[in-house]
């Protein structure tokens, strides 16, 4: 079965720090690109942050830029999503997305535009 597994959510308060993992299984995505969205309970799923398949682009919200952090190891088939002085408003399920490239340059940053999700993972922050 093809599949993106998330972990690495919790509950922290708020300044604190968590880092998120998308591992994947049943197939290989190396050569997708990647990204995290967000839902937060009443809103629609929002993109956090992207990545393309060689690591070497990404494309980030304004609201998480500079405290947030994309990265990805092809070795391992496992992107990550470090998060730093998270916020109250950071609070949401975090799912991890994969999308072919299309050959394309952009990384793209609607829902409809990927293919394979995880689960969600839980993120809540304190104040």
């Known amino acids: 079965q093809v599949q993106l597994v998330e972990s690495g959510g919790g509950s922290v308060q708020a300044g604190g720090s968590l880092r998120l993992s998308c591992a994947a299984s049943g197939r290989t995505f190396n050569t997708y690109n990647k990204a995290w969205f967000r839902q937060a309970p009443g809103k629609e799923r929002e993109f956090v942050q992207g990545?393309?398949?060689?690591?070497?682009?990404?494309s980030t919200v304004d609201s998480v830029k500079g405290r947030f952090t994309i990265s990805r190891d092809n070795a391992k088939d496992t992107m990550y999503l470090q998060m730093n002085s998270l916020k109250p408003e950071d609070t949401a399920v975090y799912y991890c997305a994969a999308a072919p490239t299309g050959g394309g340059i952009n990384i793209p940053t609607r829902p409809y535009q990927y293919n394979y999700w995880g689960q969600g993972t839980q993120v809540t922050v304190s104040s």
């Open positions: 990545i393309s398949w060689s690591g070497l682009r990404t």
